[in-house]
């Protein structure tokens, strides 16, 4: 006897392949639909994805928090041992990008270094991770799917990683040349 497993892309898909295969007009031609016995499992998998979605959004959304005020805290430990010469240029006549341009590129190298770190870091771990999620869930291949995405990862790492540097380090100079 031929079977045929039909696999949706996105798992809220199923009740509506389950419903045109139990469609009468193709009825005859199937024997048996599974979705039922599996819909309770395929649920529970839905809404723990999405409590983990959420969770993931709320820990990303803490940990930017962090970043930023870390980046701030240590510029401002950077402006404040340099303060003397930041007066200095102050009654020289430097203007305010001139002041701010030296810390604005410390808080984007803090960037780069931090997203490197962060890459070096999370690569053993998907490294180890890998062969028991693929236990788990035997389609997966997570450490081929982050190879070959190392490369826009690490560029969107650099990209936000030097985009929060410079947020924050554009907040710290501004608080201290308002003063």
Do not use: C, H
Not at 119 to 134: D, G, N, Q
Not at 146 to 174: E, M, N, R, T
């Amino acid at each position: 006897m031929a079977s045929l497993n039909i696999k949706a892309r996105d798992s809220e898909e199923y009740p509506v392949i389950a419903g045109y295969l139990n469609n009468d007009s193709i009825k005859p031609f199937v024997n048996k639909v599974s979705y039922s016995q599996n819909a309770a499992v395929i649920n529970r998998l839905n809404k723990i994805l999405s409590i983990s979605r959420k969770g993931g959004l709320a820990l990303t959304a803490i940990m930017t928090l962090i970043a930023i005020l870390i980046t701030f805290n240590t510029v401002r430990l950077a402006i404040y041992s340099s303060r003397e010469s930041i007066n200095i240029m102050r009654l020289v006549g430097g203007s305010n990008f001139f002041i701010r341009s030296p810390f604005l590129v410390e808080g984007m190298i803090y960037g780069v270094i931090s997203a490197v770190i962060s890459l070096l870091v999370i690569t053993p771990v998907v490294y180890f991770v890998s062969p028991y999620a693929s236990i788990m869930v035997p389609e997966l291949n997570l450490w081929g799917d982050f190879l070959s995405g190392l490369i826009p990862l690490l560029f969107y790492q650099l990209l936000f990683g030097v985009g929060v540097g410079l947020v924050s380090s554009f907040i710290a100079i501004g608080k201290y040349l308002k003063d």
